[in-house]
């Protein structure tokens, strides 16, 4: 019985955790790169494998960076947020641009494991606001 209420302790302690929905995309993002990767692994080799993790990191890092920007933002004037989503959008694509730039002078990468990683890490996002 102890154990059951052990249990039932540690599942209330973590629901009152409050963790963003950001932070969820984010963890949701790392976790299908891996999942593709891994199976880009196992379908085609090392090759694919790097090729998968580099198009997941160009997703995820403009990604990080838009949501750090729009944290920061946070209680502040509604004018200085909606600059901040505008400059942290900016810099999203001008992260992603330069991260693709630095991708394509990387030795064999192999572009539909790229793009297959690339488009899963957006997905993540897309499929979050479709389930909300």
């Given at each position: 019985m102890?154990?059951i209420?052990?249990?039932l302790?540690?599942?209330?302690?973590l629901?009152?955790r409050?963790v963003s929905?950001?932070?969820k995309?984010?963890?949701y993002q790392?976790?299908?790169i891996l999942?593709?990767?891994?199976?880009l692994?196992?379908?085609?080799?090392?090759?694919?494998?790097?090729?998968s993790?580099?198009g997941?990191?160009?997703?995820?890092?403009?990604?990080?960076?838009?949501?750090l920007r729009i944290q920061?933002a946070s209680?502040?004037p509604v004018?200085r947020?909606?600059?901040?989503?505008?400059a942290?959008?900016?810099?999203?694509?001008?992260?992603t641009a330069?991260?693709f730039?630095l991708?394509?002078?990387v030795?064999?990468?192999?572009?539909?494991p790229?793009?297959?990683?690339?488009?899963a890490?957006?997905s993540v996002?897309?499929?979050a606001?479709?389930?909300?």
């Open positions: 102890s154990i209420h052990d249990l302790r540690l599942e209330s302690s629901a009152s409050k929905t950001v932070s995309i984010l963890s790392l976790l299908i999942i593709i990767t891994a199976g692994a196992g379908y085609g080799g090392m090759n694919y494998a790097i090729s993790v580099l997941g990191v160009a997703a995820f890092i403009p990604n990080l960076y838009f949501a920061k209680g502040l004018r947020i909606l600059n901040s989503f505008y942290g959008e900016s810099g999203k694509l001008i992260l330069l991260l730039m991708i394509f002078k030795p064999n990468v192999t572009i539909l790229l793009l297959v990683g690339y488009i890490a957006l996002f897309w499929f606001l479709l389930l909300r």
